[in-house]
């Protein structure tokens, strides 16, 4: 108490001015009109400024929960378009029967470690087998295929990254629906091949690549890249082509998870086909 005293006897002609300085303005103010509105407009500019960045403070530290918000929208989103349903006809007529059946569901999910300048990268990603995952799932991002999952513990799953050497994803020209393979080459990460397009099949740079539908993990249209560069392999009359991917793999964060609800289905009808 003594020192605050001590501060307030040696700094009291600061204080002093500072007083007689706001009841100046106080009287300016008050009795003249534009000088007034000058005040009052710099007050307002000031405390607005204030308001402006304290907002902006707190919304940079909820974009987190945002994206999380936003991520799982998504997934609901994608749970209902039309690719993620197949449709069923039949003969009867049913008072509660549907025309759609759903059968993709997404499930939506951080990333926690990616790779890119490795031979063979994965992914980790922040659900697991409490969630819902489960080996073999497709994963995309919002711009495209991810990578397939391959390991899964109670919480966190491990993701076969696009970028792989043994990743293969079935794809097709989006214009003709002429379809191969995507894979990638080893080398940037922004790069694949797609192969197995034949020698009559047109197209052009820039056109699309997308999913084939025939996987048993993802579903028909999913952007997988656009041509790049091609030519004509004279050998076996197939092209050579180069894809740029849609997916930028170095700026991954949120990703969606594909579970097919009739995969086992098409296992069991596929097992007895070799049969």
């Known amino acids: 108490m003594r020192q605050l005293f001590a501060f307030l006897i040696?700094?009291?002609f600061f204080?002093?001015?500072?007083?007689?300085?706001?009841?100046?303005f106080i009287l300016i103010a008050n009795n003249s009109?534009?000088?007034g509105a000058r005040i009052l407009n710099t007050a307002n500019q000031l405390t607005g400024n204030v308001y402006e960045t304290y907002n902006n403070i707190f919304d940079y530290l909820d974009l987190k929960e945002n994206n999380k918000i936003l991520a799982a929208e998504n997934a609901?989103?994608?749970?209902?378009?039309?690719?993620?349903?197949?449709?069923?006809?039949?003969g009867e007529i049913h008072v509660n029967d549907t025309t759609y059946k759903q059968q993709y569901k997404y499930i939506d999910a951080k990333i926690i470690?990616?790779?890119?300048?490795?031979?063979?990268?994965?992914l980790m990603l922040n659900k697991g087998f409490n969630q819902g995952i489960r080996n073999n799932m497709a994963v995309v991002s919002p711009n495209g295929i991810v990578g397939i999952v391959n390991g899964v513990s109670a919480n966190f799953s491990?993701?076969?990254?696009?970028?792989?050497?043994?990743?293969k994803i079935s794809a097709k020209l989006k214009k003709t629906n002429a379809s191969g393979s995507v894979q990638w080459d080893g080398g940037s990460f922004k790069t694949g091949s797609l192969t197995d397009i034949p020698s009559h099949i047109k197209f052009k740079i820039g056109d699309s690549v997308i999913t084939s539908g025939y996987s048993l993990d993802f579903p028909e249209g999913i952007m997988v890249g656009t041509i790049a560069y091609y030519k004509l392999n004279s050998n076996d009359n197939f092209y050579k082509i180069k894809i740029n991917f849609s997916t930028d793999f170095n700026k991954l964060d949120y990703?969606?998870?594909?579970?097919?609800?009739?995969?086992?289905?098409?296992?069991?009808?596929?097992?007895?086909?070799?049969?």
């Open 10 to 12: 040696k700094y009291y």
């Open 15 to 24: 204080f002093l001015f500072l007083f007689l300085e706001i009841i100046a």
């Open 33 to 35: 009109y534009y000088q």
């Open 76 to 90: 609901l989103l994608h749970a209902q378009i039309e690719q993620s349903y197949v449709k069923f006809t039949t």
């Open 113 to 122: 470690s990616n790779s890119t300048g490795k031979r063979n990268n994965y």
């Open 158 to 167: 491990s993701v076969m990254s696009l970028l792989h050497t043994e990743t």
């Open 255 to 275: 990703v969606y998870v594909i579970k097919n609800l009739f995969k086992d289905e098409q296992i069991n009808l596929k097992e007895l086909q070799h049969e």
